[in-house]
């Protein structure tokens, strides 16, 4: 089953220094049928202006992923990490019992990035983070681990969670699967270009969720990049 979720479906929020489309229920926006899918809890396309960001604020007991698609974030928390993550990588937060950070763009364009909660298979722990670059290089050959918790991702960054994020870059014409196993679920964003996935036409930043399909199938129609997540 595939379910398509335009991006003008979306919950929208636009505070000046940040413009927020939410494919999940989040701050002001309710929707009593998009609460999650699966452990995926959030999933937020955030613009933010040249030289703003998120103030200090807590988190605790969920994984926080970024993937950056355009720009650059810049991380700092109270347990003294420091970090910037540029457009096709991604930074982890592991929120345990209590972290506090603020995310920054302290460049002089405007930031784009894909904001992702998943509940965490285990509470009470110690909060961490981290962040990698991923050699581009390594896009163009199917879909790419990028975090996640599961057995036998362990070169990609770790969550605590029964899930895994994994991205493509396919040129036009380009194609890709991915394979589930039973009783898992997905949920599909291109962050630019246009696919078919099984069959169902998917433009940059609508949401796709699955279920029930063992294999998924991407085409692009147009130069494309797509993020992934593989969760319970």
Same mark, same amino acid.
Request: aromatic residues 8%; negative net charge; hydrophobic residues 40%.
């Given at each position: 089953?595939?379910?398509?979720?335009?991006?003008?479906?979306?919950?929208?929020?636009?505070?000046?220094?940040?413009?927020?489309?939410?494919?999940?229920?989040?701050?002001?926006?309710?929707?009593?049928?998009?609460?999650?899918?699966?452990?995926?809890?959030?999933?937020?396309?955030?613009?933010?202006?040249?030289?703003?960001?998120?103030?200090?604020?807590?988190?605790?007991?969920?994984? !926080?992923?970024?993937?950056? #698609?355009?720009? $650059?974030?810049?991380?700092?928390?109270?347990?003294?990490?420091?970090? %910037?993550? +540029? &457009?096709?990588?991604?930074?982890?937060?592991?929120?345990?019992?209590?972290?506090?950070?603020?995310?920054?763009?302290?460049?002089?364009?405007?930031?784009?990035?894909?904001?992702?909660?998943?509940?965490?298979?285990?509470?009470?722990?110690?909060?961490?983070?981290?962040?990698?670059?991923?050699?581009?290089?390594?896009?163009?050959?199917?879909?790419?681990?990028?975090?996640?918790?599961?057995?036998?991702?362990?070169?990609?960054?770790? !969550?605590?969670?029964?899930? #895994?994020?994994? $991205?493509?870059?396919?040129?036009?014409?380009?194609?890709?699967?991915? %394979?589930? +196993? &039973?009783?898992?679920?997905?949920?599909?964003?291109?962050?630019?270009?246009?696919?078919?996935?099984?069959?169902?036409?998917?433009?940059?930043?609508?949401?796709?969720?699955?279920?029930?399909?063992?294999?998924?199938?991407?085409?692009?129609?147009?130069?494309?990049?797509?993020?992934?997540?593989?969760?319970?």
């Amino acid at each position: 089953m595939l379910q398509l979720r335009p991006f003008k479906s979306l919950g929208h929020a636009n505070h000046g220094w940040l413009d927020a489309h939410h494919h999940f229920s989040f701050a002001e926006y309710h929707d009593p049928a998009r609460m999650h899918w699966g452990t995926l809890r959030v999933w937020n396309d955030d613009l933010i202006a040249a030289g703003s960001g998120f103030p200090p604020h807590p988190h605790r007991d969920m994984e !926080i992923i970024t993937y950056v #698609r355009e720009g $650059a974030i810049s991380h700092q928390d109270n347990l003294g990490n420091k970090g %910037r993550t +540029e &457009a096709g990588d991604v930074q982890v937060m592991s929120a345990g019992t209590g972290i506090t950070h603020s995310e920054y763009n302290l460049e002089q364009v405007d930031a784009r990035i894909f904001q992702i909660w998943i509940i965490p298979q285990r509470v009470g722990q110690a909060p961490s983070w981290g962040t990698r670059p991923f050699p581009k290089g390594e896009r163009g050959e199917g879909f790419v681990t990028l975090a996640s918790g599961r057995e036998g991702d362990e070169q990609a960054l770790q !969550i605590r969670a029964d899930a #895994r994020l994994v $991205a493509a870059t396919l040129r036009a014409g380009e194609s890709a699967e991915y %394979r589930f +196993e &039973a009783g898992r679920r997905g949920y599909l964003v291109p962050a630019k270009g246009l696919v078919e996935v099984n069959g169902v036409s998917v433009e940059a930043r609508d949401g796709l969720a699955i279920e029930d399909e063992q294999v998924l199938r991407v085409m692009a129609v147009q130069d494309s990049e797509i993020v992934l997540v593989d969760v319970a």
